[in-house]
Every structure is written in structure tokens, then in C-alpha cells.
């Protein structure tokens, strides 16, 4: 088990609270996300997964505890700062803007070019192996896209520049079984790529085949981290977590 902070962490949360209103959500999230790995945040419907996710972000703030990215402390930071330090986040809304073209979606999200033709274009031309439905409907608007298109225009967004870490939630929700091995594919190459990922996923299958760790939420709290492999044989330990067998 990897413990939060420790020095193998690119992310670390430490006794994270966070309240929403009058609700309290977050009731001391500890959550250790090793470099170069990647980590699958497992739990039932409103143990406080996306929560988790947001309050790294700075969309939510914590109420108590540290959030730390790569020794920095960031917890007070706002979300754009957050952004800065290299970390990308796609929520489960996929946040597409449905009335530009798929070419403008990645163009706001590649700060650094002014126009299309200021984009990496190798970084492109690998993201259009990854995800080619991308440069295929690279003139369409992207609303019109399928959901599994719009997932990978929505992944391929925040990737369009060098990411630290990847944060993604629910990343195969609603997709077709092709889609799924396709979303599969690239996570594992973004992964062998040296990019930390981060994903929320409800789609046991999908879990099993790229998590290296697991963290498992409930109630507000992480109730069991370790490897995924030691997790997927554990029936017992599913069961009592999730009230189902991998």
C-alpha cells in the first residue's frame, strides 16, 4: 500500500475534508496517486468520488487537510493555477463545446497556440492515432459527435499539451464495448508514455485491465488502497467493498 505523501506520490491528499453548502462530502480523504502509474478510484453511487476529484482541482476547496502535487502544496490554489502545474481534467460531462468544430475544442485547450497552425503538430498527429475519430471530424461541429466521440475529443483536449498528470472521471460511462477497448488502448499508451493517470471508472472490466493501484471510497472516506492485482484477487474484499466480484 502506498501511503499518502510518500516520496514515489506525484499526488497526495492528506486528511482532506471538504463540505459542499451544508453537506459535509469529504470526511478525510487520504489518497496517495504513485508517478507513472496509473490509479482507478473505486467506490458505490455518492461515496464521493467525483467530489475527490474536484476538490484536487480547486473546483471545490477543502475544508481541513492538504492536497500536494509533486511536493507543492496546492490546496489553496485556485483551479487555472491548479491547470498550470500540468494537470489536466476531464469531467464526467466530458465539458465539449457543442456549437465549435472538434479543430476549435483543442484549439482552447492548446493555450499556447494561436491558431490552429501553431498546435504541435506531432503531438497531433499522436493524438490521432490514439483517438482517430479526432481527425476524422476535425471540421464538424462537436455536438454532433457520438458520446463515445465526444469522450475522446473530451481526453484528447486535455492531452493536446504535455500533462503531468491525467484526471479523468467515468471515462467509459455510456460507451459501447469497441469504444471501451479503444479508450483502453490509448489510456495504456498515455500511461507507457510516462503520464500519471488518475481515473474514476465504474466499469469493472475497465479497471482490472489498466489500474496499477486501486483506492476503493466509501462514505466519504478511502476504506482500502493497494495494487490492483492483489484487489482483483481478492473476491472476498470486492464483495465487501462493492458488493460485487471482478
Do not use: C
Not at 499518502?4 to 462530502?25: F, K, M, P, Q, R
Not at 479526432?134 to 463515445?148: C, D, T
Amino acid at each position: 500500500m502506498t501511503r499518502a505523501g510518500s516520496d514515489s506520490s506525484l499526488l497526495a491528499l492528506e486528511g482532506v475534508h471538504t463540505h459542499i453548502g451544508a453537506y459535509h462530502i469529504l470526511h478525510g480523504v487520504d489518497l496517495a496517486v504513485p508517478k507513472g502509474r496509473l490509479t482507478m478510484l473505486l467506490g458505490r453511487n455518492g461515496a464521493g468520488k467525483t467530489t475527490t476529484l474536484r476538490t484536487i482541482m480547486g473546483l471545490w476547496h477543502a475544508s481541513q487537510g492538504r492536497v500536494t502535487f509533486a511536493g507543492q502544496d496546492i490546496t489553496k490554489l485556485t483551479t487555472p493555477q491548479i491547470a498550470d502545474l500540468g494537470i489536466a481534467y476531464v469531467p464526467e460531462t466530458m465539458g465539449i463545446f457543442a456549437d465549435l468544430t472538434v479543430k476549435e475544442n483543442m484549439l482552447l485547450a492548446a493555450r499556447a497556440a494561436r491558431r490552429a497552425q501553431d498546435m504541435d503538430d506531432a503531438r497531433l498527429k499522436w493524438i490521432f492515432k490514439l483517438f482517430p475519430a479526432v481527425e476524422k471530424f476535425w471540421n464538424h461541429p462537436a455536438g454532433k459527435l457520438s458520446g463515445g466521440q465526444k469522450q475522446m475529443l473530451a481526453v484528447s483536449r486535455a492531452i493536446v499539451e504535455p500533462r503531468q498528470l491525467l484526471i479523468v472521471d467515468e471515462p467509459s460511462k455510456g460507451l459501447a464495448p469497441a469504444i471501451i477497448n479503444n479508450m483502453i488502448d490509448a489510456f495504456a499508451e498515455l500511461k507507457a508514455s510516462g503520464v500519471t493517470i488518475l481515473l474514476v471508472e465504474q466499469n469493472i472490466h475497465f479497471a482490472q485491465r489498466l489500474g496499477d493501484h486501486v483506492a476503493v471510497m466509501d462514505n466519504g472516506r478511502v476504506v482500502h488502497a493497494g495494487t490492483m492485482a492483489e484487489f482483483s484477487a481478492d473476491a472476498q474484499l470486492q464483495q465487501s467493498l462493492l458488493g460485487l466480484a471482478l
